[in-house]
């Protein structure tokens, strides 16, 4: 066979066989295959790139004639899944660049995120009904691990930009295919977002797809980071008085990674501080304290010691959270009594991970959470948010976990209970936990609660103790609390004629 010759430098080069002939092309691509796979003498071997592919595809027991790839979301939760990820903010540049030129080639654009799932999908519609029925369609995982040698998935088990043609996908299903895909980072952290891919029938392959889709990456990568620098010049204006009321004292702002956006009196800093905790050191030998801000950080420096090392950071004292999450009105969240907004999903997670001090994995946390379709994606996303309100150092990873100073509502009723103290219980319990959430573990904690609440009142036989339940939604209209009451109060008591009004009410309505 003569020597192949090759239109660009590279292992990821097109053969000048494929513009040629691409039928041959992907006849020839096909016995390469078959003789590979069953161990005969091959026409020529497979590129290198593919060959180290199928070498990890059939290491994680891929099966060449094997099933589809696996469904991971349904649509309701890719919506949130898309919503989350960072590739979500330049999408519209995507398809300005890449699905028009994908309609009129018969290809198909697709966007994943870093474990290979298929998040957006567009393009030629005859290509995506095609694709639908290969399962090359949103919600669906295509690393390598579970479909092989793929360009989507081997962009991100090797980082790099590839094509690959017909018979070098590892499953014979998708010898029909060729897709050319392109890796996309996080200009920040370098860390892989997803990869992006065209894909089509062999028949309408070119091999300028991959420029064209490594271009788009790059560009992609571009929008990122202008975003990221207008996001962090709002984050330092509008934490610029966070930083001007240290009044002298060494400090820094930093952005939710650890990026230094602005400084006071405190030097040479590096670029990016670490956020391991809430104490930080300092290359030589200053130590500071971290307080979480909306999306970044106040960094408040010490003095450093003439031996080197920093003092006042060893001994910090850890966080203090307050969770007030036992009312009809919105949960209300306090680090160190500065109050945090936030929404009810995060309180949630709160709420369950306070509930379980040695902490919980993220599998385990979205079964809590969301139940038999919890996805622990979405909650992994959901603790970097959290993270980012309240700082790495009062939500903890691996596993995820509360390490501050608990004071929860909930908890306090709870730990009454046991000690059967029921003055504490009626002065911590003001309704229902997170009346709004229809989280299976709140919503079983929340139901507990007001049961054992409830009788822990009644046995007590104490009228004060009715009287502050009953003035929560939880025993308004309870009949019994309402008619034990009635029996207690003296006549002479104000709050009883109240009682038997309601009493009566709830009588004529019955």
Not at 66 to 93: F, S
Not at 136 to 151: F, H, K, M, P, Y
Not at 469 to 476: N, P, Y
Request: some cysteine; charged content about 25%.
């Amino acid at each position: 066979m003569a020597i192949t010759t090759v239109i660009s430098v590279g292992e990821h080069a097109v053969s000048a066989e494929l513009l040629h002939d691409p039928d041959a092309y992907a006849k020839l691509l096909r016995r390469v295959h078959e003789a590979v796979l069953s161990g005969a003498p091959a026409p020529r071997p497979p590129r290198s790139v593919i060959s180290a592919s199928w070498d990890r595809s059939l290491a994680a027991d891929v099966d060449p004639d094997g099933k589809l790839p696996p469904l991971v979301y349904d649509t309701d939760e890719l919506d949130d899944v898309r919503q989350a990820h960072p590739l979500a903010a330049v999408l519209p540049l995507l398809r300005q660049n890449l699905v028009s030129i994908a309609d009129d080639a018969e290809h198909i654009m697709i966007v994943t995120d870093a474990d290979g799932h298929i998040l957006w999908r567009e393009g030629a519609s005859g290509v995506c009904h095609d694709a639908d029925r290969v399962l090359l369609t949103e919600g669906v995982r295509w690393s390598e691990d579970v479909i092989g040698t793929n360009a989507m998935g081997t962009v991100l088990a090797t980082g790099e930009p590839v094509q690959v043609y017909s018979a070098e996908h590892l499953v014979r299903t998708y010898h029909t295919w060729t897709c050319a895909a392109a890796p996309v980072r996080d200009p920040e952290t370098g860390a892989l977002l997803g990869a992006i891919d065209v894909s089509g029938p062999l028949r309408t392959v070119h091999p300028a797809m991959l420029a064209l889709v490594s271009a788009s990456a790059s560009l992609a990568e571009g929008q990122l980071k202008a975003q990221l620098a207008v996001r962090d010049e709002r984050v330092r204006r509008s934490h610029m008085p966070h930083l001007h009321a240290l009044r002298g004292e060494p400090g820094a702002l930093l952005s939710a990674s650890g990026k230094v956006l602005a400084t006071e009196s405190c030097g040479a800093l590096p670029e990016a501080v670490p956020i391991t905790g809430s104490d930080v050191a300092l290359p030589d030998g200053r130590v500071g304290m971290l307080e979480p801000l909306p999306e970044g950080y106040l960094l408040r420096l010490g003095r450093t010691s003439s031996t080197g090392v920093g003092t006042g950071a060893s001994h910090t004292p850890p966080r203090r959270l307050g969770l007030t999450f036992l009312s009809d009105s919105a949960p209300v969240v306090t680090v160190d009594d500065r109050e945090i907004p936030i929404t009810l999903r995060h309180a949630e997670i709160l709420t369950v991970l306070a509930m379980h001090s040695h902490g919980m994995t993220a599998d385990r946390l979205a079964l809590e959470l969301y139940g038999d379709d919890g996805n622990p994606v979405t909650v992994r996303a959901e603790i970097h948010r959290l993270r980012s309100q309240l700082g790495a150092d009062v939500v903890r990873t691996k596993p995820y976990r509360l390490a501050a100073d608990i004071d929860a509502d909930f908890l306090r009723v709870s730990a009454a209970l046991r000690d059967g103290d029921v003055d504490a219980v009626v002065e911590a319990f003001d309704g229902p936990l997170l009346a709004d959430s229809e989280a299976p573990a709140v919503r079983d904690e929340r139901e507990s609660l007001i049961a054992l609440v409830r009788r822990a009142v009644l046995d007590s036989g104490d009228a004060g103790a009715l009287w502050r339940f009953w003035e929560t939604s939880c025993g308004a209209d309870d009949a019994e609390v309402v008619e034990r009451l009635c029996g207690l109060l003296p006549r002479t008591d104000p709050r009883r004629r109240i009682v038997a009004a309601h009493h009566a009410r709830l009588a004529a309505m019955s």
